[in-house]
């Protein structure tokens, strides 16, 4: 019975851990970085919003203009 209870535990424990890598991995994916023309070209505009450019609207939306 106690072999059982630590069994369950671990695998658990390893699926827990796999789900967290996995989440972590996801929230490191981003967006790439798209040219000016590429942003205009499809439909947005270049905006700035502090030290940065970003492309607002259009195919790109959001998306870190270089």
Not at 4 to 23: E, Q, V
Request: hydrophobic share 40%; with cysteine; net charge positive.
């Amino acid at each position: 019975m106690r072999v059982r209870r630590l069994l369950a535990a671990a695998i658990a424990a390893a699926a827990l851990a796999g789900a967290g890598l996995t989440g972590a991995a996801t929230a490191q994916a981003s967006a790439p970085d798209i040219s000016g023309y590429d942003c205009t070209y499809a439909g947005g505009k270049v905006v700035y919003y502090g030290d940065h450019k970003y492309c607002q609207g259009g195919k790109y939306d959001g998306y870190t203009v270089y």
